[in-house]
T-cell receptor, first 112, second 114 residues
Framework: RKEVEQDPGPFNVPEGATVAFNCTYSNSASQSFFWYRQDCRKEPKLLMSVYSSGNEDGRFTAQLNRASQYISLLIRDSKLSDSATYLCVVNRPSGGSYIPTFGRGTSLIVHP | DTAVSQTPKYLVTQMGNDKSIKCEQNLGHDTMYWYKQDSKKFLKIMFSYNNKELIINETVPNRFSPKSPDKAHLNLHINSLELGDSAVYFC?????????????FGPGTRLTVT
């Protein structure tokens, strides 16, 4: 099983749709979870952190399910500008440190 | 002001050459990273330094040697370049080690080995 897994997509949705992505991780001792967004040929940028109690930032909601070892991202009222690749990041323990481990990303295409 | 900068942005070179990529951050962060993003867009950590000390080395061939002269700079030297080294290399920084804080990425260096 891969350390961090994401459905690569692409998810092709119309403007205004609600779309959800999941990301599963294999190491139950992982700490600190994030969602990053990466536009084509650009660097990743933080979208939001994921807190144990779940958190919301405008149209975006992130949740963590430790029992099932996954994090999720929900995007409501999709905009054309939401088209990008969404990367989940899990910090897994290794040799006394925590190593940031990225999923392969989920591609989202929002069309008119 | 650019928070994390990398030079060069593009690098085209032949197999067997040695090349360096430089990274600088002006955020006052303690921790810096090098990542490799391959053609399938998989972003994988290579190294991490905290206050000039190597803390993460993810089974990278020893042709790759990071150097951190101070906590604001982390350079990557690659010896005897191979075709498989072609990728985008991203530098990043975060406030402290163990990555519990947001990472800020540089714009990337697109390396092509011919």
């Amino acid at each position: 099983r891969k350390e961090v897994e994401q459905d690569p997509g692409p998810f092709n949705v119309p403007e205004g749709a609600t779309v959800a992505f999941n990301c599963t991780y294999s190491n139950s001792a992982s700490q600190s979870f994030f969602w990053y967004r990466q536009d084509c040929r650009k660097e990743p940028k933080l979208l939001m952190s994921v807190y144990s109690s779940g958190n919301e930032d405008g149209r975006f909601t992130a949740q963590l399910n430790r029992a099932s070892q996954y994090i999720s991202l929900l995007i409501r009222d999709s905009k054309l500008s939401d088209s990008a690749t969404y990367l989940c990041v899990v910090n897994r323990p290794s040799g006394g440190s925590y190593i940031p481990t990225f999923g392969r990303g989920t591609s989202l295409i929002v069309h008119p | 002001d650019t928070a994390v900068s990398q030079t060069p942005k593009y690098l085209v070179t032949q197999m067997g050459n040695d090349k360096s990529i430089k990274c600088e951050q002006n955020l006052g962060h303690d921790t810096m990273y090098w990542y490799k993003q391959d053609s399938k867009k998989f972003l994988k950590i290579m190294f991490s330094y905290n206050n000039k000390e190597l803390i993460i080395n993810e089974t990278v061939p020893n042709r790759f040697s990071p150097k951190s002269p101070d906590k604001a700079h982390l350079n990557l030297h690659i010896n005897s370049l191979e075709l498989g080294d072609s990728a985008v290399y991203f530098c990043a920084s975060s406030r402290e080690r163990d990555s519990f804080y947001e990472q800020y990425f540089g714009p990337g260096t697109r390396l092509t080995v011919t």
